[in-house]
């Protein structure tokens, strides 16, 4: 439970901070997909640990924001 939490919480964190840098829908969409996507497949990956996580959220929502250029 306190793995998912930390999981959860630190998605939300990256793909926020991240979202803050851009004004434009579409794009703080795709940010915020990718970064959701990402850090869930990140935390798969590597059994839930947070750097995963937020590895694979940071991931994410650098390819959700240049998919949505």
């Known amino acids: 439970m306190k793995k998912t939490l930390v ?3 630190s998605v939300m964190l990256v793909t ?5 840098c851009t004004h434009d829908e579409k794009h703080m969409g795709g940010i915020i997909g ?3 996507v ?5 935390g798969a990956v590597t ?5 995963g996580v937020g590895v694979g959220a940071v991931g994410g ?9």
Do not use: D, P, Y
Not at 16 to 20: D, K, P, R
Not at 38 to 42: K, L, N, Q
């Open 7 to 9: 999981t959860i919480v």
């Open 16 to 20: 926020s901070l991240l979202g803050a």
């Open 34 to 36: 990718g970064g959701v």
């Open 38 to 42: 990402g850090g869930v497949v990140g």
């Open 47 to 51: 059994g839930g640990s947070a750097v």
């Open 61 to 69: 929502a650098v390819v959700g924001h240049e998919m949505t250029k």
